[in-house]
């Protein structure tokens, strides 16, 4: 499994697992099915106690906090779900990218999987987060997913376009992660030449 390429996603919201972690479940089962060996690992930030950032260096947080940076930092490419909150997306995930150094997702593959009660925000994480990650250089997939409530029923995830959808951008990352070599791509984003 050492040579498996690494998947990681993350349920970004501080609410216990829901219909954004049976989402993100969903995207696991389809990494699983896009053949060559691949490895899925999810941070669910409900479950994982993140440190508050303070602007202290990484090696001062706690174990939590210090491995989930960590396995940021180790995947070949990142699924981020998030929910809609206040038309934006939740303050623990942002309170995460802003511990991560910019090297945690530099060139690195990553897709948007966001989740609203309706579809009037379908753009709020989108558009918020494509700037965030664009500050660590990372190479955010085209088009992310936007799900709603009406996509679920009990808990789980039965709209077949959504489930089409998330399965595309799943496919996409992993291709994006086998096809890319990070070391050619460039110029340095800007963050790193300031750190």
Same mark, same amino acid.
Request: with cysteine; hydrophobic share 50%.
């Given at each position: 499994?050492?040579?498996?390429?690494?998947?990681?996603?993350?349920?970004?919201?501080?609410?216990?697992?829901?219909?954004?972690?049976?989402?993100?479940?969903?995207?696991?089962?389809?990494?699983?099915?896009?053949?060559?060996? =691949?490895? =899925?690992?999810?941070?669910?930030?409900?479950?994982?106690?993140?440190?508050?950032?303070?602007?202290?260096?990484?090696?001062?947080?706690?174990?939590?906090?210090?491995?989930?940076?960590?396995?940021?930092?180790?995947?070949?490419?990142?699924?981020?779900?998030?929910?809609?909150? /206040?038309?934006?997306?939740?303050?623990?995930?942002?309170?995460?990218?802003?511990?991560?150094?910019?090297?945690?997702?530099?060139?690195?593959?990553?897709?948007?999987?966001?989740?609203?009660?309706?579809?009037?925000?379908?753009?709020? =994480?989108?558009?918020?987060?494509?700037?965030?990650?664009?500050?660590?250089?990372?190479?955010?997939?085209?088009?992310?997913?936007?799900?709603?409530?009406?996509?679920?029923?009990?808990?789980?995830?039965?709209?077949?376009?959504? /489930?089409?959808?998330?399965?595309?951008?799943?496919?996409?990352?992993?291709?994006?992660?086998? /096809?890319?070599?990070?070391?050619?791509?460039?110029?340095?984003?800007?963050?790193?030449?300031?750190?």
């Amino acid at each position: 499994m050492s040579d498996a390429l690494r998947l990681l996603m993350v349920v970004g919201a501080a609410a216990p697992p829901g219909r954004l972690a049976a989402a993100i479940a969903t995207a696991a089962e389809t990494a699983q099915t896009v053949g060559g060996d =691949v490895a =899925v690992d999810i941070l669910n930030l409900a479950e994982t106690a993140i440190d508050v950032c303070d602007g202290r260096p990484l090696d001062s947080y706690r174990e939590a906090t210090r491995q989930a940076v960590t396995r940021i930092c180790a995947a070949a490419a990142v699924l981020i779900g998030a929910p809609v909150y /206040r038309a934006s997306y939740p303050g623990v995930l942002k309170n995460l990218l802003d511990i991560l150094p910019v090297e945690g997702l530099q060139n690195k593959p990553v897709g948007i999987v966001a989740m609203g009660g309706s579809a009037h925000h379908y753009l709020a =994480v989108d558009t918020q987060l494509r700037q965030v990650l664009a500050w660590f250089g990372a190479l955010v997939a085209p088009t992310s997913v936007y799900v709603t409530s009406n996509d679920f029923r009990n808990g789980k995830l039965v709209s077949e376009p959504a /489930r089409k959808d998330i399965a595309a951008l799943t496919s996409t990352l992993v291709m994006l992660a086998r /096809r890319l070599d990070p070391a050619t791509l460039g110029p340095v984003p800007l963050a790193a030449k300031f750190t």
